[in-house]
């Protein structure tokens, strides 16, 4: 079973619609991550949370809401969809315990906003 | 702030050597890491480095300057498999996060 797991895998969805990505984990990591990726731009990050009660906006949070609701689970929201936030969405765990941030990727979410 | 450097596409042909650049400025330096992603999929961990020199780990190898800003992957006795992009990240200034680059397309034809 994989161990960071995202639904759904692929999502069409109208602009002004709200929608909700789901992210979980079974690593033990407190660390979780969302990120988008667009051609040409990289890896960006929308937000990162350390803990349930710890919440941080990344680069790219503007458009975006999200929910730690347990250690396991971190949810990535667009309250109001817009085109330009048609994407492929990662999310990611990362081990404190760790020295290094190496992070764990789900299998992205394919997300289009017509 | 932070930058990170590196090249859009590469092409090489199967059983050759290919290294990829990556050159980064950034206040405070906790480590660099290199990503591979294959088109469509998730990226998975190559390598970290936080000191000077060559990390070999099987066919790839990864190498880093900290007083240039610099580093490479290399890549050897390259496959059909290996096309991919490759992501090279920083951690980010608070320590907090990763920052990618914009990745490397790797084109390896027969």
């Known amino acids: 079973d994989a161990d960071v797991t995202q639904t759904p895998r692929n999502r069409i969805t109208k602009t002004g619609k709200r929608i909700m990505l789901e992210c979980s984990q079974t690593?033990?990591?407190?660390?979780m991550y969302w990120y988008r990726q667009d051609p040409g731009l990289g890896l960006r990050l929308i937000y990162y949370?350390?803990?349930?009660?710890?919440?941080n906006k990344g680069e790219i949070s503007d458009g975006y809401s999200v929910s730690r609701q347990a250690q396991a689970k971190f949810s990535l929201s667009l309250e109001s969809a817009i085109p330009n936030q048609t994407a492929l969405y990662f999310c990611?765990?990362?081990?404190?315990?760790?020295?290094?941030?190496?992070?764990?990727f789900g299998p992205g979410t394919r997300l289009t906003v017509t | 702030g932070q930058n990170i450097d590196q090249p859009t596409e590469m092409t090489a042909t199967e059983g050759a050597i290919v290294q990829i650049n990556c050159t980064y400025q950034?206040?405070?330096?906790?480590?660099l890491f290199w990503y591979q992603q294959h088109a469509g999929e998730a990226p998975t961990f190559l390598s970290y480095?936080?000191?000077?020199g060559l990390e070999e780990k099987g066919r790839f190898s990864s190498f880093l300057s900290r007083s240039k800003g610099y580093s490479y992957l290399l890549l050897k006795e390259l496959q059909m498999k290996d096309s991919a992009s490759y992501l090279c990240a920083v951690v980010n200034q608070a320590g907090t996060a990763l920052i990618f680059g914009k990745g490397t397309t790797l084109s390896v034809s027969s």
């Open positions: 950034t206040s405070g330096f906790n480590g």
């Open positions: 480095n936080v000191l000077d």
């Open positions: 949370s350390f803990d349930v009660k710890d919440i």
């Open positions: 690593k033990g990591h407190d660390r």
């Open positions: 990611a765990t990362s081990d404190e315990n760790r020295p290094s941030y190496e992070q764990y």
